[in-house]
T-cell receptor, first 112, second 113 residues
């Protein structure tokens, strides 16, 4: 079974800082990798989707990279804002099977 | 619709009661998934439908859990004889193809008392 690990589990930064969230996976045979944001008591909002043939995706202040050979993905958030406070989840979709394999998430707090 | 719609948003059930959770996926999305998210954890896969066919139910935790999608659109997750450990957020997601990733609904928070 694909194991997805997210480090750190929690992170607190002052507003304006750039930050990196890490996601690692044990099986490199992934089809795509998706980053989500989850606000308290809410569902998941898709942030970025990286296909296995891609190395990175960018959307606004967010940049996600994928290195299948090392089993890692990173989510880079530039110039963080208090509104970025949420839990960030990465999920890997394998070449075989249908399920997204999720990490436990990184809880981010951006303080004013 | 514009997004994945789930109802009810919140459900409190007495232990032993049966519950039914509804998911209305994005129109035209072939794939539909149910996930269970315990507090402080990432979502865990329950089951997958392609149109009306349930292709994978390996994540359903027990035979008290049952899911259906009879016409290939709306899906219902049913939990019989609920127990306290069933308390979680149940998330539904749909997808057109894997190329476009998943879109999740807001979830149903089930509390069994």
């Amino acid at each position: 079974k694909q194991e997805v690990t997210q480090i750190p589990a929690a992170l607190s930064v002052p507003e304006g800082e750039n930050l990196v969230l890490n996601c690692s996976f044990t099986d490199s045979a992934i089809y795509n990798l998706q980053w989500f944001r989850q606000d308290p008591g809410k569902g998941l909002t898709s942030l970025l989707l990286i296909q296995s043939s891609q190395r990175e995706q960018t959307s606004g202040r967010l940049n996600a990279s994928l290195d299948k050979s090392s089993g890692r993905s990173t989510l880079y958030i530039a110039a963080s804002q208090p509104g970025d406070s949420a839990t960030y989840l990465c999920a890997a979709w394998m070449n075989s099977g249908y399920a997204l394999n999720f990490g436990k998430g990184t809880s981010l707090l951006v303080t004013p | 619709g514009a997004g994945v719609s789930q109802s009810p948003r919140y459900k409190v059930a007495k232990r032993g009661q049966d519950v039914a959770l509804r998911c209305d996926p994005i129109s035209g999305h072939v794939s539909l998934f149910w996930y269970q998210q315990a507090l402080g954890q990432g979502p865990e896969f329950l089951t997958y439908f392609q149109n009306e066919a349930q292709l994978d139910k390996s994540g359903l935790p027990s035979d008290r859990f049952f899911a259906e999608r009879p016409e290939g659109s709306v899906s219902t997750l049913k939990i019989q004889r609920t127990q306290q450990e069933d308390s979680a957020v149940y998330l539904c997601a749909s997808s057109l193809t894997s190329l476009f990733g998943y879109t999740f609904g807001s979830g149903t928070r089930l509390t069994v008392v």
